[in-house]
């Protein structure tokens, strides 16, 4: 046979696949190894197939192919576009960056030092172990004299902090030593913040699918405190361990607004495919979050832009 006709109907699938579970990934059930929450997590990457149909349309000459390859662009330009193309206020009132700094961290002055170097008002770090821990309070404790750790997540701030708290997210059968979230306020020169620095319990990927019910657990806890916080302003700043798009950390981010543009992949730190370290907001408007250079962490930092309403 000649032209690319054989080959139109496989094109035409594969973009309509492609499109279809951009759009309709919610569908995609999570009830067997959360095989949902895991296209989720890596939902902008479906993108990648579009240029990869796209070339073999043009090797089969499908005229046809390549049109339906336009179905999934204007999809992900639907979804993702903003992430990509939108322009961030100029203003804005108080910067924040979050990083997980790794337990097992070679240089934690290093990583520290990079820290300080954003001027973010707000330094939030999981993974903050006790050996460590005095090593950011040296480094920090000039820019960020204000400070509030519970177990291994901390708080630096430029400013003062008050009502500090345990926040308890434990998953059944954690330990009472798992202890990963805390709130403060902070008195922010456009006003007070509640704030709240969290780590959910890590995911697995292994022969059983997508281990993530602990983590989930822990997000439906923190999200019913977060309903329950009176704050007028609040942010949650942390490594959820996932993404916005996944479900599983729905009863969280239902209740908060994510950054309206910045991918900030922040995950592995080598290669980062994912951001799974959040700045989210109530009340107050996330404009823009970045990712930053890698310190030495398995994460990288994200830096976000927060507007005060």
Known sequence: MRGGRPWDAWLLGGAVGVAGLLTLHSAVPNGVGRLGSLLETF??????????????????????????????VAVWLWMFGGLWFSSPPESYDLTVVQHNVADDNADPARTARALRATRAGLVAVQELTPAR??????????????????????????????????????????????????????????????????????????????????????????????????AGRLLVVGDLNGTVQDRGLGPLTSRLDAPASGFAFSWPAAVPVARIDQVLGRGVEVTE???????????RPVLGRVLLR
């Open 43 to 72: 939902l902008p990457w479906l993108g990648v197939a579009v240029p990869l149909l796209a070339c073999l349309a043009v090797l089969k000459r499908s005229v046809a192919g390549l049109l339906a390859c336009l179905v999934p």
């Open 133 to 230: 821990r005095p090593v950011f309070e040296d480094v920090l404790g000039t820019s960020h004299p204000h400070r509030a750790v519970h177990g291994t997540v901390g708080l630096w701030s430029a400013w003062p902090l008050a009502d500090v708290r345990p926040v308890d997210i434990r998953p059944e059968g954690f330990p009472e030593s798992w202890r990963r979230a805390l709130r403060a306020t902070v008195a922010a020169p456009g006003g007070e913040v509640a704030v709240y620095v969290v780590h959910l319990p890590s995911v697995r990927l292994g022969p059983t699918g997508f281990a993530s019910a602990a983590r989930d657990e822990s997000a439906a806890l923190l999200g019913a405190r977060i309903a329950d916080d009176p």
């Open 289 to 299: 979050v970045s990712a930053l250079d890698a310190t030495g962490s398995d994460h």
